[in-house]
C-alpha cells in the first residue's frame, strides 16, 4: 500500500487520461513540388559553370600576366646590356682620342697597352682616363716618338685626324642616345677605319 496523497492521486489520473501530443502541421512541413527543385538545380549547377569559367579566366589572365612579366624582365636585361655595351664603346673612343691628342702613333698598340691598366666596361671617369694615359706614356715615351726617317704629319693630316676623330665621338654619342644598331655599326666602321689611318 502507497502513502500518497489525493493531490498526487488526482495529477495521476489527469497525466494518465491526457492524449499523447503529435506535431501539427504546419506551411514550414510542406514539400517543394518537383519542378521547383528541378529549376533550383538547374540555376545552381548554371552558377557554378560560371563560377568555374571566371575561375578559369582568372588563371589564364595570371598566366599571361607572368609571362609578360618575364618577357619585360628580360628586355629590360638586354636593355642593361646593350646599354653597358655602348657606354664601354664610349669609354674607348675616349681613350682613343686622348691618346690620338697626345700624339700616339700606334692607336692599337697604346690601346692593348691601357687595356691593361683599366677596365673600360667599368664606369671611369675622364680624370681617371687621363691620369691612366697619362702614365701610360710616362712608362712608354716610344709611343709618342715619331721614328727616324719618317716625315712628321702635315697640317692638312692633322686637321683630318682632328675632323675624323670628331666624326667618330660624335658617332660614339649618337650610339649611346640612340641604342640604335645601325649607329652602332657606324660608330664600330668609322673606328677600324681611323685606326687603319695609323
Known sequence: MTNQSP???????????????TPTAGPESRLIPVSEAIKYR??????????QQFEQRLEDTQTQLEERLDQLAKAESQRDEFRHQIDTLHTQSSAERMLRDAGVADIETAMALLEKRIVFSNDIDEKQMRQAVDQLLQTKPILTSVPTGLPGKTASARVDGV????RLT?????AAQTGNRRDVAEYLRLRRQENNNY
Open 7 to 21: 493531490e498526487q492521486t488526482q495529477e495521476v489520473s489527469q497525466s494518465a487520461d491526457a492524449e499523447p501530443h
Open 42 to 51: 538547374r540555376r545552381a549547377q548554371q552558377a557554378e559553370s560560371v563560377l
Open 170 to 174: 660624335r658617332s660614339a654619342t649618337q
Open 163 to 166: 675632323d675624323a676623330a670628331a
